[in-house]
């Protein structure tokens, strides 16, 4: 054999290896792309449906010094929630909430067009709604037709009761039944055994008058006297009158300004020396403007833990809530907190805490059944008036334990405790 033909035949051989060798070897893998070794982008959390919530307060008109406090906790908040981006359900889907503020003027035939608006254009989720118990009980027969959740920051509770009839109706205001028994223990602490009971003539004095007279009886003290008022009777003196001539050993009494200040001012200027024992209505410090500081010095009166924030035992469920409620709001609003603001503020919180519970992709009707059963069920939420315990039996969720006894002392509240009776 030639040396061309050795040549060929070891090419031959040489190539028939390589071919065989490399149907035995997988294809080598690609190299990755420049976009395949790119970091993944931080995951944001899924957007759901916005919620509306409808906020109804007298803004304006006679019961602005209980609305315009109650408005400005719900700015607050809109403005916090807007920080925050909404709220996050239990699925991790982030919903925007949107407070649609409205003023009623303090006036039914105000509130319920404007009630009927937000639930029906609008389609809000649940509404806050009733700063007097006058107006809360004329929107009642609304929300429930609709089916609705509303929040009512009024104290009456006829607003919730019977419960039976009032499905979707809830409030944060500590009942007159929450009150009055403070009202009345002062009294027997006091020694005293019969006692005067006024009221002005409306749903929250005759739920007040109400709760006083259970508390009387069931102490043994005997009302000697009852006498009415209208909210803007600036005249009292017949009432104080007949006060004067019975045997009452204090006055007990059911009512909010301006009526409360100006029964101060005259049960002053008449002379009288029984002790007066106001309800939570008085509850702002624009009664001891009205009145006069030297003629609301002494007047005791049961609310919420509000005023006693600061001397509240660390232990206090409410005690930091409280001081941190204060401390935001008078940041927003540039003013001091009032139990008024701290109603709106429950009851905002109320339907915040619901919102919560509710997954995203449920029809608005959905919604609203959802919230009302979430509301409902909220237990051990420390609030502003208490820690609310709510059940299919109780739409307040409160009790007298969440009351303090306070004094108005050099034009100022005193944590008044009983061990300072």
């Not at 003290?221 to 045997?247: C, H, P, R, Y």
Request: charged share 20%.
């Amino acid at each position: 054999m030639s040396g061309r033909s050795r040549s060929a035949l070891l090419l031959a051989i040489v190539l028939a290896v390589a071919t065989a060798l490399t149907g035995c070897v997988a294809p080598a893998t690609p190299a990755p792309s420049p976009t395949a070794e790119a970091v993944a982008p931080e995951e944001k959390p899924a957007e759901g449906t916005p919620y509306k919530v409808g906020f109804l307060a007298a803004i304006t008109g006679g019961a602005a010094f209980l609305g315009e406090p109650e408005r400005n906790a719900a700015v607050m908040i809109q403005k916090q929630l807007d920080a925050q981006g909404g709220i996050v359900g239990p699925d991790g889907v982030r919903h925007r909430v949107q407070l649609l503020i409205h003023d009623t003027e303090g006036k039914g035939d105000v509130a319920i067009p404007v009630a009927k608006k937000i639930i029906s254009d609008d389609g809000v989720v649940a509404s806050v709604a009733g700063t007097t118990s006058g107006v809360s009980m004329a929107l009642v027969p609304v929300f429930q037709e609709a089916e609705v959740v509303m929040v009512s920051m009024a104290s009456s509770s006829a607003i919730v009761e019977p419960v039976s009839e009032r499905k979707w109706i809830f409030k944060t205001a500590q009942s007159n039944k929450h009150t009055a028994p403070w009202q009345v223990r002062y009294a027997k602490a006091k020694g005293y055994t019969k006692v005067a009971n006024f009221y002005v003539h409306d749903a929250y004095g005759e739920d007040g008058a109400s709760a006083i007279r259970e508390a009387a009886k069931a102490e043994g003290i005997e009302i000697v006297l009852e006498e009415t008022f209208n909210a803007g009777d600036a005249d009292m003196t017949a009432q104080l009158t007949k006060l004067k001539a019975s045997d009452a050993q204090a006055l007990l009494v059911t009512a909010i300004t301006p009526a409360a200040p100006v029964l101060t001012k005259q049960f002053r200027e008449m002379g009288l020396e029984i002790p007066l024992i106001h309800n939570h209505g008085i509850g702002m410090k624009p009664f001891i403007t009205l009145a006069g500081v030297e003629n609301a010095e002494g007047v005791v009166f049961p609310m919420g833990k509000l005023v006693a924030a600061d001397q509240l035992p660390d232990g206090d469920p409410q005690k930091q809530v409280l001081q941190q409620f204060i401390r935001d709001y008078e940041a927003s609003a540039g003013g001091p907190a009032s139990t008024f603001a701290g109603h709106g503020w429950d009851a905002v919180m109320l339907i915040l805490k619901g919102l919560e519970k509710l997954p995203d992709g449920l029809s608005l009707e959905e919604q609203r059944t959802r919230l009302r059963d979430e509301i409902e069920n909220l237990k051990g939420f420390a609030g502003t008036g208490g820690v609310f315990n709510l059940s299919p039996e109780d739409h307040v969720g409160l009790s007298p334990d969440d009351v303090v006894m306070v004094r108005i002392t050099n034009g100022e509240w005193e944590y008044f405790p009983p061990e300072k009776w």
